[in-house]
């Protein structure tokens, strides 16, 4: 780095404590500094796309995104249920225009890593410095048999990206009649969003208990023995909707033959190894992967699925200069179980790191700590709802998973000699926690 | 010799640039529910940007030794040291206070001047922008939010640790919490 530069970070860094922003003035803006391009737009892309124009106004950065709004994939659920206007959970580029990324409406075909160059469909070509891929996943339909794209499109939406398929969900349960059935199959974990499936379940209950369809089922067929939050889960069920025998929930483990294998739509019917399972309402969600861009460039060399990358930078073990963040990537404390959860919150602690080690690294300062958060809510009632939190950190370059500074909302108070039940305000607040977490992640990418 | 001088002052600015960038990339955690620069957009969510630094450190800290009981900032505290705690309470602290005056009917307003004159004022101030030393500025705070929060100090459920402050909001009649959490909501200053 130049040492007018470096005074320039320095100014800009006394001007921090006062203004709060940490950009290279704009005399320095005027020179590009590094190359940046981001993409794909989601919570991830549009995060890193914009803290690296916050850290420094140097830096040119592009977002290629091939749609004109974002969706977003959290309180989703609560579209399905007919309790939200899909409206609130769309944002536009605007917002990362104005702080100057350039957003380019465009498909990414082809990444040449030796070159750096990224091809579009439209023909156009973008060299990088760094190239930062948030592709979200990709759909693995033949992993249950009769299952396929054209069907997801429209009898048998996952809607697991959040968007049509949410809406023509959000149809089918409203048309659903008394005493149906909904199921929902979930697929080998992990997959995106740890406890959707569930809360769905919920919302979908929710949904039968006000609408006058109160002999309806929401059936979990789960290629899983355990999920996400699910003392939380089962306790609201039961106390809210029934669960288990008699109950409106009902979810089959993996263990006991719920790994739904094969689907035929026209009567729609699960098969699992053993059953089958007939519903009004067939919502499964297909196995996934990394999205197809990050997997063509062989980046997916975690079960040849997910994109391995480094700790203290999120840079793909595989491919300099590329770094992979959101639901594509593996990261976390893998050996204990701790992996980093697929969600928004988890993509954006991500994002914010990288932007943090490549401004970093365009001004030859040394790496900054890393560290990465989760706040994840699940809306299962009008007044009920609770979370997980996650906190990892970086030591001797492995990722390490803070216990304290992690875990649910307390399943019941007291002891465990003698539990107590939550009040429930507690359930409450975290309602009205998931909505001003909702405008605020939605604002911090993307505004 | 200058340029001896030159790097060891390049060298210790670089680290103090490291250093900064350190507690940037901490301070970036909260803003996911807290807003760029402490400013929250979601009314249940408090702005925290400005807020004096007494009172984020020893807020953070109630919930880090349980002394204090929250939904959530309970358990996401308790991973920072009290460092990183000190640290991120002089960040916000130093931050500017953006309130956000949300509008609110002249009717609901003139309750709530009469609530807070009664009950918050000798701590709070009339606008909630010039408060005692240990309490929050409260002017275009989210309404939402601090309705929320005097729920909770009126919930037998719900640990809550200032004394005072419980007192009074237990005392308050149910359909005044809105009415004060409103009138300070609407103020600009």
Known sequence: MHAIDRRGFIKALAAASTASILSIPGAHAAKTKARVVVVGGGYGGATAAKYLRLLDAGIDVTLIEREAVYTSCPLSNEVIAGDRNIKTLQVGYKGLQKRGVKVVRDEVTQIDPVKKTVATASGKSFGYDALVLSPGVDFNYDAVAGLSEALARTTLPHAWKAGPQTLILQQQLAAMPDGGTFIIAVPPGPFRCPPGPYERAAQVALHCKHHGKKKAKVLILDANDSFSKKPLFEQAWKELYGYGEGGMIEWVSGSNDGKVERVDAQSRTCYTGFGEHQGDVVNIIPPHHAGKIAKDLGLATFKDKWCEVKPASMESTKEKDIYVIGDACVGGELASNNAFPKSAHMAMSQAKVVAASLVAKFNALPAPQAIYTNTCYSVVAHDWGFSVVHLYRVRDGQWVYIKEGSGISPVTFGTPQKPEPVPRIYRKLEVEYADGWLRNVLADAFA | ?189
């Open chain 2, 1 to 189: 010799m200058r340029k001896g001088v030159l790097a060891v002052a390049l060298f210790w600015f670089s680290g103090a640039a490291t250093a900064a960038l350190d507690i940037e990339v901490l301070a970036r955690t909260c803003n996911n529910c807290h807003g760029v620069s402490g400013v929250s957009v979601g009314q249940s969510m408090p702005s925290i940007g400005g807020l004096p630094r007494e009172y984020l450190k020893t807020v953070m800290k109630q919930w880090k030794y349980d002394e204090r009981g929250a939904a959530t900032m309970n358990r996401i505290v308790k991973g920072f040291s009290d460092d990183e705690i000190d640290a991120l309470a002089v960040y916000f602290s130093k931050k500017r206070w953006v309130p956000v005056p949300q509008g609110v009917g002249a009717k609901l307003l003139a309750r709530g001047k009469g609530v807070i004159s009664e009950n918050c004022e000798d701590c709070h101030g009339l606008t909630g922008s010039d408060p005692d030393e240990d309490a929050p500025k409260i002017n275009g705070q989210w309404a939402k939010y601090m309705q929320l929060e005097l729920e909770k100090y009126r919930d037998d459920g719900f640990l809550m640790p200032h004394r005072k402050m419980k007192r009074t909001a237990r005392k308050m009649n149910p359909a005044d919490v809105p009415a004060a959490a409103h009138y300070y909501g609407a103020q600009r200053k």
